[in-house]
């Protein structure tokens, strides 16, 4: 098998099934077998269903997993499991993708020898942008928008791709080992950053790791995702997510196992975020006070 594709998913069945329609159709490289692995989440929609359907349309490509372990982690890795391709590629449950994605995937891979690779994922709006959202620029809003857009020339990645468009040969999940479980969305816990914190595995582990601008999906942005609720809630979880990764540094002076640098950082965006009154300078201050928030919460956490 040269190419398993893994979609994760979970309550998501209609847009899934737009999803595997998209890889019913998709352009398959000459001499290219590959193989769809869908793991269902605990699901309780018509996720089977829609998957079913689908092995029945394409027999021998669809393959139906279920993980009763609630989490995108446990699901990634057991697709990683389940995976039999040389190359393991990755993309969401509500994406739309490109028709030559596949082909494209293919030929940067023989041809550039890389470890892994991070395709462009282009935001669709469905919904007007928020005058308080800043797309470029020091107060830029990355992250919770699922974007990664670096021109249209192959080039290193010196930074995390998404799991929503990215894919590794298998033998870098033997050498790096799997995805991280406490990292990783789940119903009752948004800590996300299970992809970024394998790709910088990669990364600083000295593999080839490319950006392949041709491997294209389109990623939407629903109105839920366009409230500063949302963009709140998950820089709030990035800050947790910081900690969990890079743990707390043994030379930082702490009050009750906090770093006091974090407190600090609190105080100085909470500051920023009183005194401004350009709406995207003042959310962007804003997002910097949850983050400091979140890592402190996670500090308490971890120390009872």
């Known amino acids: 098998m040269d190419i398993s594709i ?3 998913t979970y309550n998501r069945c209609e847009s ?11 352009k398959v490289p000459a001499g290219t077998s ?15 269903a ?32 389940t995976a039999r391709g040389e190359i393991v590629a990755f993309t969401d449950d509500d994406v739309v993708l490109d028709r030559n994605w596949l082909i494209e995937m293919k030929n940067v891979f023989d041809s550039s020898g890389c470890a892994g690779i991070g395709g462009k994922i282009r935001a669709v709006w469905n919904t007007e942008t928020p005058r308080w959202f800043a797309s470029e620029g020091p107060y830029k809003l990355g992250g919770a928008i699922v974007e990664l857009d670096l021109g249209d020339e192959i080039c290193d990645l010196d930074r995390p791709a998404y799991g ?19 990292l990783g969305p789940n119903p009752q816990n948004l800590i996300r950053n299970e992809d970024s914190e394998f790709c910088r ?19 939407p942005v629903e109105e839920n995702r366009t409230r500063k609720e949302y963009f709140e809630a998950w820089q709030f979880n990035y800050g947790r997510a ?3 990764i890079n743990g707390i540094p043994s030379s930082a002076t702490c009050y009750f196992g906090i770093p006091r640098y974090f407190f600090r950082n609190l105080l100085g965006a909470s500051i920023r975020w009183a005194l401004t009154f350009d709406a995207k300078r003042r959310f962007y201050y804003k997002l910097q006070a949850f983050e400091a928030a979140g890592q ?3 500090c308490r956490t971890r120390n009872g």
């Open 16 to 26: 899934l099934r737009r999803v595997l329609d998209d890889l019913k159709q998709m």
């Open 164 to 182: 929503a468009n990215m894919a590794f040969r298998r033998h870098i999940f033997e050498k790096y080992g799997l995805f991280r479980e406490d």
């Open 201 to 219: 595995r990669v990364i600083y582990g000295g593999e080839k790791f490319i950006y392949a601008p041709k491997v294209v999906v389109y990623h």
């Open 50 to 81: 829609v998957v079913e359907a689908a092995r029945q349309e394409c027999p021998g490509i669809f393959t139906y997993v279920f993980e009763s372990r609630q989490g995108k982690s446990f699901a990634l890795n057991t697709s990683i499991k």
């Open 6 to 8: 893994v979609v994760c």
């Open 296 to 298: 402190i919460t996670e």
């Open 242 to 244: 910081l900690v969990r």
């Open 34 to 48: 590959h193989e769809v692995i869908v793991v269902d989440n605990n699901s309780r929609d018509d996720t089977r």
